[in-house]
């Protein structure tokens, strides 16, 4: 079996799909019917696009379908040209046993509009013997005379509910044993995307015992609990000693600035200061990220951050 978990638990049928059921629901229909217009999948890293396209091949065409299947990446820097001359050569011969065949385009939103056109007038031209899907993160990057063209599928970031039952059943055939806590942190440090908790439960498994810690220090998050109580000193007025605790955290667990802004933001409605006080605090976090990306000093950054919180403190005393 492959060693890779996320290809060993890719959802083979639509029930193993989990948290995007209005889009499996649609999708069913057009399997019952053995057709399909081209459709867009729009949305987020992990959630299920490529896989969903996966099922739909091998259910549509069963062992044949790799005669029947093309894959494509746009942010090749090859460039459109390439993507059409590879799709003319596909869609050029008929598929022998079905109506037609199916082009997978991921990436999309990574073409320019000028290549979008070209993609578009493509589209057209082979409608008769293909089906396009094209994949996104970003629908709005995409050009409205291609969208009105697709039915267009909006992924959501996986629930909890739907990730717990990814989890089980993976941690049930690895053998693995998990606490609630441990779910949990699973859950909250993969935010949401599924390819990414997958890699992290894989990261985790070299014993079969996976406990919260253990996770929080390998997806690089920072304990919720840890970063509660260091932001509660400041606001309390200790900066002094929420500052040595943050840049122990930073050290020990290797975070960078970044990591931890991401995890102070998570934290800051949770804490027990005025709702004001608060979103002053996340806008705050804004402009802290904002000047990372840039390349500032991380540790001043993140200090200049904590003085933040001790100064709304004192003034909400
Ligand atoms: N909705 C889901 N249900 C079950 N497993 C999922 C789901 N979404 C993702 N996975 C798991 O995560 C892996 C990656 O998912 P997939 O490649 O389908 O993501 P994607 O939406 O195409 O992401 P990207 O935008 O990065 O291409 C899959 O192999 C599968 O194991
Ligand atoms: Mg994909």
Known sequence: MSGIWTEK????????????DEI???????????????????GPA???????????????????????????????ERGIDVVRQKVKDFARTKSISEKFKIIFLDEADALTRDAQQALRRTMENFTKTCRFILSCNYSSKIIDPIQSRCVVFRFKKLNFEAAEKIIKNIAEKEGLSMDEKAINALYTASEGDCRRMINILQACSSTKEITDEKIYSISKSAHPAEIKSILTLAISGNFLASRERLLDLMLKQSLSG?????????????????????????????DIEFHLVEGSDEFIQLESFLASFSLAGTKAK
């Open 9 to 20: 638990y890719r959802p083979k049928e639509l029930s193993e799909i989990q948290g995007q």
């Open 46 to 76: 992990g959630t299920g696009k490529s896989s969903l396209s996966l099922v739909i091949v091998k259910k549509l065409y069963n062992e044949a379908w790799r005669d029947n299947y093309l894959e494509l990446n746009a942010s090749d």
């Open 258 to 286: 970044m990591d931890l802004v991401k995890a102070i933001q998570k934290e800051i409605p949770n804490l027990d200061i005025e709702e004001r006080i608060k979103l002053k605090l996340i806008e705050k976090c804004g």
């Open 24 to 42: 499996i629901s649609k999708v069913k229909y057009f399997l019952e019917n053995k057709n399909m217009p081209h459709l867009m999948f729009t």
